[in-house]
Each structure stands twice: as C-alpha cells, then as structure tokens.
C-alpha cells in the first residue's frame, strides 16, 4: 500500500529536479514494482516492452533537450503504460509503505528518521516513509542488509524478517536472508531478536539463527559483522571463507569451495571503490596461487 499524496509530490519534486538521491531511489522502486505488477493485455496493446520502448521515445522527443530530465521522461513513460492499461492501484490513505530494491548492485537509502539500509544485491525492504509515534517499521522482505539505526530511546526501530522481529533503539547490525535460515549479527549496541515463542537479547559480536523448519531461535556467542558495506575496503589475514561472504554480500556472487582446507588460508587485499568482481578476482590470482573459476552468479575456488 502506498500514499498517493506522497508519491505525488515525489513526482512533482522530481520534476523541478528538486528530488533528492534517496527519493529518486523509492520512485524508481514504487514505479518499477507497479509495472512488473501491472496486468497487460497483449491482444489489445502489443508487447509491453516494445510498447514501452515506443512511448518512452515519444515522450522523449517532446521534451526540451535544452535541459533535459532523463528521470521524469522515465516515470512519465510508466505513468502513460499505466494509464493506457487502466489499472487500479490500492492507494491507502493512512497507510505509507514505500518499497526499495537491489538488482545486480549494493545499494543504500536513508530513512526519515535518518537511519541508514545499505543492501546487498538481489534484496528487497518495505519501510514507511514517515513513521508513526510509537515505532519505526521496517521489513526485509529478501537477501541481505546492513542497519545503521539512529538512536531514539523513545521510539523502537523494528525490523520484521519471516517469522521474527528484531527491536533496537539506536544500534547498527546485519540480517541475511539464507533458504532455511535467517542470521542476526550485531555490529554495535543491544539487539532483541524474537520469534513467537522465544526471545534472545544479543549485544556486540554475537548472533542468532533463526531455523524456519524448526522455528527456533539458536545463539552465537561469537559472531562479527564482516564490513562488505564499506565502500574502500582494507581486508588484512582474513580467511578466504570470510572473503567470500564479503564478495556474496557485495557482488551477490556465492562462492564454491572445491577442498575445504582452503577455507582457513588467509588473505590480505585492498577491495577499492569501484573495484569490480573480475578486478577482484585478478588481484587474488595474483597474490595467491589459488585457482578461481566464475561461472554466471559463481566463483569456485580451487588449490
């Protein structure tokens, strides 16, 4: 459910060029997930995407190239396919549910508490875009994120995962998503990870499991956030096992052991801004005489 008041001045501000980043951030995210939802009647209306290639350059064509606003010609472009198609959106008017995405790349969003998600890529969260008076509401829908939570004592910051809610007041720490699992790692500060029959409190360098087969809630009392989040990263003697968390959480790239002894073979490596996967698996080429193979989402490693 959206606020159609706020996507609204969304779209105005973003046609001023007055939208900031993150705004600009959960409108791609709320139109593009409108037009996946969208139905489409191919019969009628063609092929949705050549249709939208058509309306796009129509659009496109009109507009000022003086000083052109590449994002307003993109969300008018959705806007008229949603138009043409007539479909209902279910705005609601209390509630402010706004959603926000990764593909193939970390992303981050600044929330209106001014909190920070930085996500993995391939992961999804729902969040309020002005949250109410007693909490702050915030579900990770898939994948991995990392939550650098402002600190406001009067005002919990909860986030819902499956079957189980994470409290805090003002802490950073890490959820991970996995098929059977959920893991909450605590970077700084005092977690509470519930589920509906237990409770764990967990503070820095710890962690819980959360098994979905068995809905049970299991402690680690040594756990620590490895920092895949950090844009110039200096790794120094981590274990290649550790390594390849951070390129998952970074790249969305699993990573394949061929003979576990290679697990707890250290590595030191620069991981700089814009390094990409290939770059970084050059250096590591380099500077160790592992052998590593990619294969689309992959990388196996190998002595």
């Known amino acids: 459910m959206f606020n159609r008041n706020f996507i609204k001045k969304l779209l105005e501000r973003n046609s001023l060029n007055q939208s900031s980043?993150?705004?600009e951030k959960v409108l791609d995210g709320f139109l593009n997930d409108l037009y996946k939802k969208s139905e489409w009647d191919e019969k009628q209306l063609g092929d949705k995407e050549e249709t939208s290639k058509i309306l796009f350059e129509s659009i496109n064509s009109k507009i000022n190239r003086s000083k052109p606003n590449y994002g307003w010609i993109k969300y008018a472009s959705v806007a008229v396919i949603l138009l043409l198609v007539s479909i209902y959106v279910p705005f609601g008017n209390n509630t402010k549910q706004l959603i926000?995405?990764?593909t193939q790349t970390i992303d981050s969003i600044i929330l209106p508490d001014h909190s920070t998600i930085i996500l993995s890529p391939h992961s999804k969260v729902v969040y309020e875009s002005d949250f109410n008076d007693k909490y702050r509401a915030v579900s990770?829908?898939?994948g991995n994120a990392f939550f650098k939570v402002t600190k406001n004592e009067a005002k919990p910051f909860v986030v819902t995962t499956g079957s189980i809610k994470t409290t805090v007041l003002g802490t950073s720490f890490n959820i991970d998503i996995k098929d059977d699992k959920i893991n909450v790692d605590v970077k700084s500060g005092r977690v509470q990870v519930a589920s509906r029959s237990q409770?764990?409190?967990i503070y820095r360098n710890q962690g819980v499991t959360y098994t979905v087969h068995k809905q049970s809630l299991s402690e680690e009392k040594d756990s620590k956030v490895l920092p895949w989040y950090e844009k110039d990263l200096l790794l120094?003697?981590?274990?290649i096992?550790?390594?390849?968390?951070?390129?998952?959480?970074?790249?969305?790239y699993n990573v394949r052991y061929e003979d576990k002894s290679i697990d707890n073979e250290?590595?030191?490596?620069?991981?700089?801004?814009?390094d990409s996967i290939t770059q970084i698996i050059d250096k590591l080429k380099y500077i160790t005489s592992l052998k590593f193979k990619t294969n689309a989402n992959e990388i196996t490693v190998a002595k």
């Open 21 to 23: 980043e993150s705004e």
């Open 100 to 102: 926000f995405a990764t």
């Open 140 to 142: 990770l829908l898939k």
């Open 199 to 201: 409770q764990k409190i």
């Open 236 to 239: 120094k003697e981590v274990s």
């Open 241 to 252: 096992n550790e390594l390849g968390i951070i390129l998952k959480n970074r790249f969305g």
């Open 266 to 274: 250290k590595v030191t490596i620069h991981l700089a801004k814009g």
